[in-house]
């Protein structure tokens, strides 16, 4: 119809027909003129002659009509081109847009008849417009069962009768303005889908309704997400209220959301009083900041999750232990929702962790003391006594301290690997001189490479001024790991060489062999426990199969990394990695220590003893319970020292009082106290400096270590050793 419409002045429309009286009353006006002139000039008129002179007047007014009416026509028709243009801009950009919406546009008139059907919708339906616009209803696509059930709600909402027909779907909408809700829709063929549909009304310039607008989306993949996300949260719900440990859903403020039966029994609540409550009610004090401090690391997406072990107070007042797993859930708009967590009873291992502790502190007590009574004993026969014993009881004894040895080292590696894997294992990282390392490295070691006919050597200069950061004396144990397997696995007459060299901004040192090689088969395992390349070879030579697994331990706890390199046939280079050290610091100095005891320990606790004469010999004071060590060590110092022991603490107070001593050597296991009781009490028994080693089974805090003179672990050290470096702390003492 727009095409038979024109554009008043006011915007309003104006019939054709309106256009067509106009033109008639302009042609009649003109016809009228020419008529009038006719009579003017006609014989006889009289009148119109007299009124000859009002004719141009009249000629004049209707021209000027009309050419105002001329060009009233012509506005006309331009207002109409343009606004025709602008409404066929409108409905192109309208058709567009109904074209490529992914949502389905359906609009009906008041009838239900419809009246727009988009490409959407003939896409999902199987239906062409051409098909329903103007001949269908959307019953059409629509369940006639939930039709039927909506008119029944509806009836009952509105209390009148609603009848299962269009007014299902516009009832709603001419009261609210718009309804949305989920409906079944049915395609042509048959199958179904389900929908949300929004109806809103068509209103004119007048208010009234002139028709309804239906916008469809198809739900179908965020059903299945639905469905999936229920079946995954049931399986969620079922397996946390299953779980044989605690699970719990914590608000990021703490409180519980929800627990299981496995956390309430852990903890000693029921599920009510859990709800009532938060974790941190019942967080041990000193691991709650621990735990806080993970929980802002998480909040803060630094980490996804976290695990730890912590105490919580019981109900009944008792604390036990757990380990506890901490995840967060976010929403979608990546805000904390809440907390999953996993919480495992470990009351029990912990339990058992601490008696294997204690059981490990008493083997390396009274194992590692014995033993090394026995090691030093047969020591003193097999070298100061053995000419003067015979030959086969010789051998019998060398045999004896051979296997005492391999005993020690056993139980040793034993220790040290509880001691990683619990943690306890202590490091004193310093800034070290390498060349100084490798130094005491070869001096420390060559008896042992002696025992199989081995040189040992480095292999070229090494930079003075190279450092590193690690602990000298694991570092030292490392390194005498790698020369006793390199030693052991030579040929007589062959040399193990050591070297370092810078790479970078990393320093690597080497022991490199010219034995066998590693099998192909065995090198993927060396570094495990227990690992041995050939069983027959190592009963043969010795060893637990437990060095290159402590070594690795040890040097990746020092920040280090460690390998090898090997051929078949032309031997192997193991070695150890380590970032360069750089500047000072504040515990090295420039002086490079002579001796390894000097390396190790260079802060001196000094305890007051008065100067000794020196035609006497040292006066040396031995706290130890275990008389067999101090027989030993008796044996080793005979004419060089006079030991004097003291079994108790008690004892060891009342020989402080009466006597003065060049040397105190110090037990920490005692029956009455800790040896370590005595260096607190020391400086009232004297006023002058004298050193203290400390000689135990036990391990000693790397607080008192920076206190003495030295700390040997019994069985770390030959007896031999031993008596060097007591004769070095006197000597160094007198000096």
């Known amino acids: 119809m727009h095409n038979a419409l024109l554009f008043d002045r006011a915007g309003g429309f104006v019939s054709q027909l309106s256009i067509q009286r106009v033109l008639a009353q302009i042609i009649v006006i003109t016809f009228c003129g020419s008529a009038l002139s006719q009579e003017i000039s006609a014989p006889g008129g009289e009148f119109f002659q007299n009124q ?26 331009i207002v109409l081109h343009l606004r025709s243009s602008k409404i066929n801009s409108l409905n192109q950009l309208n058709s567009a847009i109904l074209s490529s919406t992914a949502y389905l546009i359906v609009a009906t008139d008041t009838t239900g008849r419809i009246v727009t059907f988009n490409k959407a919708a003939e896409d999902a339906l199987g239906y062409t417009a051409d098909e329903v616009v103007g001949k269908r209803t959307s019953a059409l696509w629509h369940d006639e069962a939930e039709i039927q059930t909506r008119a029944r709600a509806l009836s009952m909402e509105f209390y009148e009768v609603i009848d299962p027909g269009f007014e299902v779907f516009t ?9 949305s809700r989920e409906w079944t829709f049915i395609r042509r063929d048959g199958s179904r889908f389900p929908a949300r549909e929004t109806v809103t009304p068509l209103r004119g310039q007048d208010g009234a309704i002139k028709g309804y607008l239906a916008v469809i989306e198809d739900i179908t993949d965020r059903k299945a997400q639905q469905q999936a996300l229920m079946t995954s949260e049931e399986t969620f719900r079922s397996a946390m209220e299953h779980a044989s440990i605690g699970m719990a859903l914590v608000n990021p403020d703490g409180t519980w959301l929800k627990v299981n039966d496995a956390l309430c029994s852990i903890l000693g ?56 797993s901490v995840s967060l859930v976010r929403d979608e708009y990546g805000h904390p929702n809440y907390f999953i967590t996993q919480t495992q009873d470990i009351t029990e291992r912990k339990e058992m962790d601490r008696m294997k502790s204690e059981f490990i502190s008493i083997v390396s007590h009274e194992l590692r003391t014995p033993l090394t009574s026995i090691r030093g004993s047969l ?80 292999s070229g200069p090494v930079d003075p001024d190279l450092k590193i950061r690690v602990d000298a004396a694991r570092l030292m144990q490392v390194l005498a790991n790698l020369i006793s397997n390199a030693a052991k696995f030579s040929q007589p007459g062959d ?19 010219h034995g066998p090689g590693i099998p192909e088969e065995f090198r993927a395992r060396i570094f495990g426990k227990f690992s041995q390349a050939d069983s027959s070879v190592t009963r043969k030579k010795g060893g637990t199969g437990l060095g290159l697994h402590i070594s690795r331990q040890i040097v990746e706890n020092m920040g280090g990394k460690i390998g090898f390199d090997t051929e078949i046939g032309k031997g192997s280079s193991f070695w150890v990695e380590f970032p360069l050290a750089h500047g000072d610091n504040a515990i090295v100095t420039e002086q490079k220590p002579a001796t390894r005891q000097e390396a ?15 035609h006497k010999i040292p006066k040396i004071l031995h706290v130890e319970d275990d008389l067999d060590i101090s027989s030993v060590l008796a044996a080793g110092l005979r004419d060089r020292a006079e030991i004097i022991v003291a079994t108790t603490v008690k004892e060891a107070r009342d020989q402080l009082r009466n006597n003065t001593f060049n040397l105190i050597i110090l037990d920490i296991g005692l029956p009455d106290g800790s040896g370590l009781d005595l260096l607190e009490n020391m400086p009232e028994f004297s006023h002058t400096a004298t050193p203290v080693l400390i000689l135990s089974a036990l391990e000693t ?21 031993i008596v060097e470096t007591i004769l070095h702390l006197i000597e160094q003492h007198k000096t």
């Open 52 to 77: 000859r002179q009002l004719l141009p007047v009249i000629l004049a007014f209707s021209g000027l009509l009309i050419a105002a009416l001329s060009a009233l026509i012509v506005r006309y028709i």
């Open 171 to 179: 009832r709603k909408p001419q009261k609210d303005g718009v309804e």
């Open 269 to 324: 609540y029921d599920e009510e009083e859990l709800l009532a409550m938060n974790f941190q009610s019942i967080t041990h004090a000193e691991d709650f900041p621990r735990d806080m401090e993970y929980i802002a690391r998480v909040m803060n997406d630094e980490i996804q999750t976290y695990q730890l072990e912590k105490r919580y107070y019981h109900k009944s007042g008792q604390i036990i232990w757990a380990l506890l």
């Open 379 to 458: 020591g003193l026969i097999v070298g100061a006594m053995s000419q003067e014993i015979p030959e086969k009881i010789g051998r019998l004894i060398e045999i004896a301290h051979k296997n005492s040895e391999r005993l020690i080292l056993l139980i040793n590696d034993i220790l040290d690997i509880d001691k990683i894997a619990s943690g306890q294992m202590q490091f004193d990282l310093k800034n070290e001189f390498v060349s100084t390392l490798i130094e005491q490295t070869i001096e420390t070691n060559q008896p042992y490479a002696h025992k199989f006919a081995v040189g040992l050597a480095a």
């Open 495 to 513: 040399r193990v060489e050591i070297s370092a060299a810078r790479s970078g901004e990393t320093v690597q040192i080497r022991v490199t062999d």
């Open 600 to 614: 190790v320990r260079a802060a001196v606790y000094e305890v007051a003893a008065p100067q000794v004469e020196p």
């Open 701 to 721: 805090p790397e607080e008192v270590q920076q206190k003495v003179s030295e700390v040997v672990v019994k069985s770390r050290m030959s007896e031999t050793r």
